[in-house]
């Protein structure tokens, strides 16, 4: 058996890599946090011992090869050190890895890039001799094809930046894509993640194109799953339009999907015009108000996003319109992250941040805010990147790595078109009320931004496809009782981890959302891949969010119906962790 080790996934050298994460990543971990990162530095120099593998996962198939691999989440308040891990070549490879797994009573966690928050891949404690397997989609699971000319074929492990390249080659785009490059499309299906863009007034949706999320897009979706016949894991491809594709849409990592086909449209060209100077009490004005509100940019480009630094009153708004032709002031843009000054942390933001943490002077926080802004302000500036345009790769992956690692919090508000400045008014309001609270009794429990986006919904009809199902657990799953409701409010709150008091003011705030659009007049619903679920100290533990508020926000009898599916797919479980157990339970 060969099990020596013969890599090390690329994406835990780049994390464990001064030279890769900014200073403070470092500055932010406890001392426990830098023992795991030497710890884990170490351990990709040290080769498997080929007779420990045997011994410690017997009969382990022999062409794939096994290694020990560090995990750390985007944030780092999740990691683990020294657990199994193999990168299986095609998925037949992966089908004998699973089987092997359910045979002797593993349980497998696909990992891509690991830019997520929420404990989907494995949990934080997990021990190195824990029966968990971490298989890496990103070493060989990356295949991208042309299907058709609207159609892509593309492997699980292909990042999006891969993916939105490979289709400009070809004249092909997304309407909108998340900020980050290094997300794997298959992380980005399991949890339905989305851009921002809605239709601007008097747009029509293109051909093969969507306004939700990527979900929207699969046209059909290969996975490992239960084969009750053969009685194995079989890799098996379900067309959108079969009934258990709708669970596999969005599947929170209760599945293992190796390949997808997607719909894709013609490529246009994007201008991203990006604005400082309009107040937060103006652009986020109750409805009917006057001026340059959300609502007035949503109206006129259909694509808009707002950074909202805390302690600050003018966010950074970014504006991105379709423009066949380039502008007279817009500068061309020829590849994509064009705001260095966000991706890599500048000195006084990271010197503010350390002391921050270091000193706990968290009473900081409106001085970090400013900083932040200054930095926004001055860097598009600087780097000619408050007009920019071009092909709409270029405009719309803005987040590398390096960017500032940072704890979110995440939302989804349905509602209709016209609603959307009064949900965005209302939250912002309740938001800078329970702020000035906060500050006046001397706690900070937000030091980064709220960060506000707007999508269209998830309309199988999209996927240009008779009988294509909508995806069951999608945050953007249209909601049968209330059909005037499509659209999606994303409202984010970002502070650093370990920040005293966030968990309290965050656990208000998700209160206020789901108290006050519980279904009535608007719908609150979770983001996956952030923080939810929050209690006074803990993030993803109240058991009423949990077991009663999410199930509930996606309509009678859906969950129900996902986690029936997703569990006779994979009765035994392989497919799992303790959170999702909890979840699912």
């Known amino acids: 058996m060969n099990h020596s080790l013969t890599r090390v996934n690329d994406l835990d050298e780049q994390a ?136 892509v074929r593309a492997g699980a492990g292909a990042s999006m930046e891969s993916l939105l390249t490979f289709l400009e080659g070809h004249r092909l785009g997304l309407t909108a894509a998340p900020a980050p490059g290094d997300l794997t499309l298959g992380g980005a299906l399991a949890i339905d993640a989305h851009g921002s863009a809605v239709p601007a007034q008097g747009e029509r949706r293109l051909p093969g194109q969507t306004y939700g999320s990527l979900s929207n897009r699969v046209l059909s979706v290969t996975a490992v799953v239960w084969d009750e016949d053969s009685g194995a894991y079989v890799l098996r491809t379900f067309a959108r339009d079969e009934a258990d594709a709708a669970a596999l849409l969005t599947h929170l990592g209760r599945t293992f999907v190796t390949e997808v086909v997607l719909r894709v449209g013609a490529n246009v060209n994007l201008r991203c015009v990006s604005r400082t100077d309009i107040p937060a009490g103006e652009l986020f004005a109750a409805p009917g108000s006057d001026g340059r509100t959300l609502a007035s940019y949503l109206d006129e480009a259909g694509r808009v996003e707002a950074i909202w630094f805390a302690f600050t009153e003018f966010p950074w708004l970014k504006v991105w319109s379709v423009e066949p032709t380039k502008p007279l002031t817009s500068r061309r843009v020829t590849s994509p992250y064009n705001y260095p000054f966000s991706d890599n942390v500048p000195t006084p933001v990271a010197d503010l941040a350390g002391r921050m943490v270091s000193d706990a002077a968290w009473y900081l926080a409106p001085v970090l805010g400013n900083a932040q802004y200054d930095t926004a302000a001055l860097g598009l500036v600087a780097t000619l990147s408050a007009d920019i345009w071009g092909p709409s790769k270029n405009t719309l992956l803005y987040i590398k790595p390096t960017t500032l690692r940072i704890n979110a919090n995440g939302y989804a508000v349905l509602t209709s078109r016209d609603q959307v400045q009064r949900i965005v008014a209302e939250f912002t309001a309740f938001y800078r009320e329970r702020l000035t609270a906060y500050a006046a009794l001397g706690r900070f429990p937000v030091n980064g931004s709220v960060e506000i986006r707007v999508t269209g919904l998830d309309d199988p009809a999209d996927a240009e496809l008779a009988g294509a199902h909508a995806p069951l657990l999608s945050a953007l799953r249209p909601d049968s009782a209330h059909p005037q ?42 983001e996956w891949s952030k923080g939810w679920a929050y209690t006074d100290d803990a993030v993803w533990d109240d058991e009423q969010v949990l077991g009663a508020a999410v199930p509930a926000s996606l309509g009678d009898g859906v969950w129900e119906q996902a986690a029936g599916i997703l569990d006779r797919l994979d009765p035994h479980g392989v497919y799992g962790n303790a959170f999702l157990d909890r979840l699912f339970g």
């Not at 944030?75 to 089987?99: H, K, M, R």
């Not at 309290?504 to 519980?518: K, P, Q, T, V």
């Open 16 to 151: 464990l890599s001064d030279k890769q994460v900014p200073s403070l990543t470092q500055v932010t971990h406890n001392r426990t946090r830098r023992s795991f990162l030497l710890s884990a530095a170490a351990l990709t120099l040290v080769p498997a011992d080929p007779a420990v593998a045997a011994q410690e996962l017997p009969g382990f198939p022999d062409e794939v090869a096994l290694y020990r691999s560090a995990y750390r989440n985007w944030v780092g308040e999740i990691t683990a050190a020294g657990l199994w891990a193999c990168a299986p070549s095609d998925g037949e490879q992966v089908a004998a890895v699973v089987n092997w797994a359910w045979q002797h009573g593993w349980r497998v966690r696909a990992r891509g890039f690991s830019h997520g928050w929420s404990p989907l891949t494995i949990t934080e404690g997990t021990s190195p001799d824990a029966p968990v397997l971490l298989v890496d989609t990103t070493a060989h699971l990356t295949g991208l094809a042309l299907e058709s000319s609207g159609a």
């Open 485 to 526: 409701w499509d659209t999606a409010v994303w409202l984010d709150v970002l502070t650093l981890p370990g920040t005293p008091y966030a968990e309290a003011f965050l656990r208000e705030l998700e209160r206020f959302l789901l108290d006050s659009h519980d279904g009535t007049d608007a719908l609150t619903r979770v």
